[in-house]
């Protein structure tokens, strides 16, 4: 699903609303999670599970074309943990 695809579906589920509030809501709630992530906050929504961000240190890496060794500097990975009624959800079949 995408982003466009979830506004149109709330905004079909919850008639109302109009679909450009029903996107700017989802935008904000997209935003603020990412500015938290940003900031090295986890951002957990019960349920359905827990976004953070994982550090990676720098390594010594190859480029698979050459087999040159390169340095891979570090860097920071969204980490996203499901919840436990999500994943019970996921394996209930339905």
Known sequence: MTKS?????????NPHLY?????????TIFDEITNALADGDRVELR?????SVKQRGAR???N??????VQVSEKFIPYFKTGKQLR?????GG
């Not at 695809?5 to 589920?13: G, N, V």
């Open 5 to 13: 695809e979830l506004i149109a579906r709330l905004a079909a589920s």
């Open 19 to 27: 679909q450009r509030d029903v996107e700017r809501i989802v935008s």
């Open 47 to 51: 349920g359905f599970g827990a976004f």
């Open 60 to 62: 010594t890496g190859r």
């Open 64 to 69: 698979p074309r050459t087999g040159e060794s």
């Open 88 to 92: 019970e959800k996921l394996n209930s």
